[in-house]
């Protein structure tokens, strides 16, 4: 086929594309987005949250497709990994949001076990532990999230942990089992030791909970934190605020548990948290779109 015949075939494609009715109907369509994601905050809020959900959900039909699989070939652990790469390389166009990763050489995969301890703000947590969960890790959350269309599905098929923080006991005997399976199985596992989202707009952390560390000191197992740099001013839900910009992941070292008793575990929580803290003061996001202003004592309130 010579050069002259492949333009002309491409002309003839053109021109009946451009025939078709609905062709500036569409067209017209993809102007006025365009218009008002330039000029519209708001607007930008609302396609960016399409744009997270839609990516999700893509993203646990995944996990569930790929879940059975990995049970066959005896590697369950992969589930999770596969499903936070796929997230990680299909969520980040859609959102806007890109993330930088420090210290990633504590987080290699020969870690294991270990428990990941890390800030929970939103749910664009979960984008951003696509850009960082290991190999051979489960996530612990709350008995509810399995229910959840999708979310919950994936999550179950994945070997992942639900905890029902209105049963006191039975948190407690999910928590000396979990011990023993990463040592066993040589998995970490991943939870948020705030409990719930914190929706914070300033460097600070919500109260922990002692269930991670219990864990931890139960099964010797290390604690690895990890702090996500504060997402505002790229992101506030109540405010309907979804901006393009770069978030700071931060892998911080190993802290050892060896020779821990259960007396040790309120200290071994404030020391995590402390160095948290201090990392998370460290490090920012940095908007590549629009500018928010700068939050005050009077504005925070405001977004409260």
Not at 104 to 122: D, L, T, W, Y
Not at 175 to 199: D, I, N, Q
Request: aromatic share 10%; net charge positive; proline share 7%.
């Amino acid at each position: 086929m010579t050069k002259t015949t492949r333009k002309t075939e491409t002309a003839s494609r053109l021109m009946t594309l451009l025939a078709r009715p609905q062709t500036p109907a569409l067209a017209a369509g993809a102007i006025i987005f365009l218009i008002l994601f330039r000029r519209s905050s708001r607007f930008r809020f609302f396609a960016r949250m399409f744009g997270f959900i839609f990516t999700m959900a893509i993203s646990c039909i995944v996990g569930i497709t790929v879940a059975p699989i990995m049970w066959l070939l005896g590697k369950p652990g992969l589930t999770n990994y596969v499903v936070a790469r796929t997230f990680a390389l299909i969520g980040p166009p859609f959102c806007g949001l890109k993330f930088k990763v420090e210290g990633k050489e504590h987080i290699k995969n020969n870690s294991m076990p270990a428990v990941f301890v890390c800030n929970h703000q939103s749910s664009l947590d979960l984008l951003a532990m696509g850009a960082i969960l290991p190999k051979n890790v489960v996530v612990m959350g709350k008995k509810s999230i399995k229910y959840v269309p999708l979310l919950g599905w994936f999550m179950a098929l994945g070997n992942n942990v639900f905890i029902d923080r209105k049963n006191r006991g039975h948190a407690l005997e999910t928590m000396a089992k979990v011990a023993v399976y990463l040592k066993e199985h040589k998995y970490g596992l991943w939870l948020f030791p705030e409990g719930t989202r914190s929706h914070q707009t300033d460097d600070s952390l919500l109260p922990f909970k002692k269930g991670a560390f219990h864990l931890a000191v139960q099964g010797q197992i290390p604690v690895i934190p990890i702090v996500f740099s504060t997402y505002y001013p790229c992101y506030h839900q109540k405010n309907q605020i979804f901006e393009a910009g770069v978030v700071t992941i931060k892998v911080l070292p190993p802290i050892p548990t060896t020779g821990l008793e259960t007396g040790d575990v309120d200290d071994l929580l404030a020391k995590t948290r402390d160095i948290m803290a201090e990392a998370l003061k460290g490090i920012k996001t940095k908007p590549t779109g629009s500018v928010l202003p700068p939050i005050t004592a009077d504005s925070a309130k405001k977004l409260e």
